[in-house]
């Protein structure tokens, strides 16, 4: 899995070079944009990247409300600022992100059943809305990027040669050697209660419609400030990339991201970004430098406010652990 990402996501930067190799000699003007920048739009662009956490940490809130656990809203934002650290000290996928929340919510009463449900409707929701918004883009812009058709084959090929390949090696030798192991963890009994009680937790999930659309507004907000910080770091270089073009590239970096397993998408997510604004006919040098700065924004800046975010929740549980001792 270690080498597929890798490969992925090497073949992808390497299509972006590619791609920008006619461009070389333009981008002396990438370093001549510094005295261009607009400092008021990237301040919005940072402010607008708070919409990420208060999106999550809503939906996460939402979900818990269906099956009747109560948690704090500010857990919850804290529980999602933490997602970038932990891509940075977990870098698998989103494993360190799921990983590092189940062990917080797990510390602040939520048992492993009910992350189970929170974790995979989380996953269920957000997935169809980032569908849903890159169909619509589809819609609205003005006109599809020209594909080579013999290219996308090739891939397609390679795909379903390569998953079928990743799946039978995953279920011979990892899974057989971890299967043991993963049966004495407690989370192997939390999965086998949610499977289980599965059909009390769809029937929440039905019998909540009012918070299934507040949900659902929940993952618009999540993705939805993404994309007004990334046309926020297009306009810190006075480019205007209209909201389909920028909802389409930003959705097909989501996309591969988690297809290539990449921490955050880092790389892939640069990488498919700035292929897309090509073929858009978005100015090279500014195409790059407002992916840099919008990369810049969601997954360097946010490190400082997950860090803080792991300490006040450390100290909280302390806190809380000490109250219960002391009852």
């Given at each position: 899995?270690?080498?597929?990402?890798?490969?992925?996501?090497?073949?992808?930067?390497?299509?972006?070079?590619?791609?920008?190799?006619?461009?070389?000699?333009?981008?002396?003007?990438?370093?001549?944009?510094?005295?261009?920048?607009?400092?008021?739009?990237?301040?919005?662009?940072?402010?607008?990247?708070?919409?990420?956490?208060?999106?999550?940490?809503?939906?996460?809130?939402?979900?818990?409300?269906?099956?009747?656990?109560?948690?704090?809203?500010?857990?919850?934002?804290?529980?999602?600022?933490?997602?970038?650290?932990?891509?940075?000290?977990?870098?698998?996928?989103?494993?360190?992100?799921?990983?590092?929340?189940?062990?917080?919510?797990?510390?602040?009463?939520?048992?492993?059943?009910?992350?189970?449900?929170?974790?995979?409707?989380?996953?269920?929701?957000?997935?169809?809305?980032?569908?849903?918004?890159?169909?619509?883009?589809?819609?609205?812009?003005?006109?599809?990027?020209?594909?080579?058709?013999?290219?996308?084959?090739?891939?397609?090929?390679?795909?379903?040669?390569?998953?079928?390949?990743?799946?039978?090696?995953?279920?011979?030798?990892?899974?057989?050697?971890?299967?043991?192991?993963?049966?004495?963890?407690?989370?192997?009994?939390?999965?086998?209660?949610?499977?289980?009680?599965?059909?009390?937790?769809?029937?929440?999930?039905?019998?909540?419609?009012?918070?299934?659309?507040?949900?659902?507004?929940?993952?618009?907000?999540?993705?939805?400030?993404?994309?007004?910080?990334?046309?926020?770091?297009?306009?810190?270089?006075?480019?205007?990339?209209?909201?389909?073009?920028?909802?389409?590239?930003?959705?097909?970096?989501?996309?591969?991201?988690?297809?290539?397993?990449?921490?955050?998408?880092?790389?892939?997510?640069?990488?498919?970004?700035?292929?897309?604004?090509?073929?858009?006919?978005?100015?090279?040098?500014?195409?790059?430098a407002s992916v840099l700065v919008f990369r810049l924004i969601t997954f360097w800046i946010p490190i400082p406010a997950g860090a803080l975010s792991y300490m006040s929740l450390k100290k909280q549980i302390a806190k809380d652990n000490l109250k219960s001792q002391e009852g």
């Amino acid at each position: 899995m270690k080498y597929f990402r890798i490969i992925a996501v090497s073949l992808l930067i390497l299509l972006a070079l590619w791609k920008l190799y006619p461009h070389f000699t333009d981008f002396k003007r990438l370093f001549a944009l510094k005295d261009e920048i607009n400092y008021a739009f990237l301040f919005l662009g940072i402010i607008a990247q708070s919409g990420q956490y208060i999106g999550d940490g809503l939906l996460s809130q939402t979900l818990l409300k269906m099956i009747g656990v109560r948690m704090d809203f500010k857990n919850t934002i804290k529980i999602a600022s933490l997602n970038v650290l932990a891509a940075h000290l977990f870098p698998i996928g989103e494993a360190g992100s799921i990983a590092t929340a189940y062990y917080f919510y797990k510390k602040l009463g939520v048992s492993t059943q009910n992350f189970i449900f929170l974790s995979t409707s989380w996953t269920g929701i957000t997935f169809s809305v980032l569908v849903a918004m890159l169909l619509t883009s589809i819609y609205f812009i003005p006109h599809l990027p020209s594909i080579n058709f013999h290219s996308v084959g090739l891939g397609i090929l390679a795909l379903l040669i390569i998953f079928p390949l990743l799946i039978f090696l995953i279920r011979q030798f990892i899974w057989e050697k971890l299967r043991a192991k993963i049966q004495k963890m407690d989370i192997y009994k939390g999965v086998l209660e949610y499977k289980d009680n599965f059909p009390a937790y769809r029937t929440a999930i039905f019998s909540h419609k009012l918070l299934v659309l507040e949900a659902v507004i929940s993952a618009i907000i999540y993705y939805g400030t993404n994309i007004v910080t990334l046309s926020f770091s297009f306009l810190t270089f006075g480019a205007y990339p209209s909201v389909s073009v920028l909802t389409f590239a930003y959705t097909l970096s989501m996309i591969s991201g988690w297809v290539t397993l990449s921490p955050a998408g880092l790389g892939a997510a640069e990488a498919t970004l700035i292929l897309v604004f090509l073929q858009f006919g978005i100015d090279p040098p500014r195409a790059i430098a407002s992916v840099l700065v919008f990369r810049l924004i969601t997954f360097w800046i946010p490190i400082p406010a997950g860090a803080l975010s792991y300490m006040s929740l450390k100290k909280q549980i302390a806190k809380d652990n000490l109250k219960s001792q002391e009852g």
